[in-house]
């Protein structure tokens, strides 16, 4: 993996680029076939015999392909990562999982409050089969630097596990070329979920970390000045106020 490197502000951000990495193809890595009766992912940690090529990134095995960038989003004050998204050409795919009842999904309700909340804002939601099941095609109102109105498009996707919620927001190209979109759907279905065994509440953020080469990458590049453009932009990780690769302009 690449090197992650750490930016002094309210959120810091780690950032890295898959120098090594394998492709992730369509469906799970080889060698690494589900054991559960479901033929795609994502998959429940239960459901695989090995890592494959993947980063871990605690509660997310994430896979990797080459040129894929990840820029994780720590919380200064707690250290505690907070989301993670993988940007490859144009397109952003943010991921983040969560807990969920024994009982049933979460997915149907989460994307109803989605809709709710971005149709307050002024956006516009439309509820459709996707690939992954039912998922939103967003349009959110923003402004282009030159203070122009415009939307910016965003798909909403996401999966209910075994006591966990895998959600996803593809922006950028993503959002509205199929093909772009291709790649990094290819990586949120051969995500792995870790769900731990301790009781949490429904929508507790299952715990992201850091792989351990970057830890201590970053721990030694801890009082080094570094420059001025090591870092890249520090992205949002709520979808609903994040800007986007591409707009329109109304």
Do not use: C
């Not at 505690?80 to 983040?96: E, I, N, R, W």
């Not at 309700?109 to 804002?121: F, Y």
């Not at 927001?169 to 990094?184: C, F, I």
């Amino acid at each position: 993996m690449g090197l992650f490197r750490r930016k002094a502000s309210t959120k810091a951000t780690e950032s890295a680029a898959a120098d090594e990495a394998t492709p992730a193809p369509d469906r799970a890595p080889a060698g690494d076939e589900p054991t559960g009766p479901s033929g795609r992912g994502p998959y429940d940690s239960s459901q695989v015999t090995a890592m494959g090529p993947r980063v871990d990134l605690g509660a997310v095995w994430l896979p990797v392909l080459p040129g894929l960038q990840l820029r994780m989003e720590v919380d200064k004050k707690s250290q505690k990562v907070t989301g993670v998204a993988a940007t490859l050409q144009g397109s952003v795919l943010q991921v983040q999982a969560f807990a969920a009842p024994k009982t049933g999904g979460i997915w149907d309700e989460v994307r109803e409050e989605i809709g709710a909340s971005l149709t307050k804002q002024g956006g516009t939601v439309d509820d459709v089969p996707g690939t992954f099941g039912r998922e939103l095609m967003a349009r959110i109102p923003a402004k282009t630097p030159e203070g122009k109105q415009a939307v910016r498009p965003a798909r909403f996707i996401g999966h209910d596990g075994p006591r966990w919620f895998l959600r996803g927001v593809l922006s950028g190209r993503a959002a509205v070329d199929p093909e772009a979109a291709k790649p990094l759907e290819s990586v949120f279905a051969n995500i792995v979920v870790v769900r731990d065994a301790s009781p949490r509440p429904p929508r507790d953020l299952l715990t992201l970390t850091l792989p351990q080469q970057a830890r201590k990458d970053a721990a030694g590049a801890e009082g080094a000045d570094a420059p001025a453009d090591a870092t890249p932009e520090t992205p949002s990780f709520d979808p609903l106020t994040r800007g986007p690769e591409i707009t329109e302009i109304r």
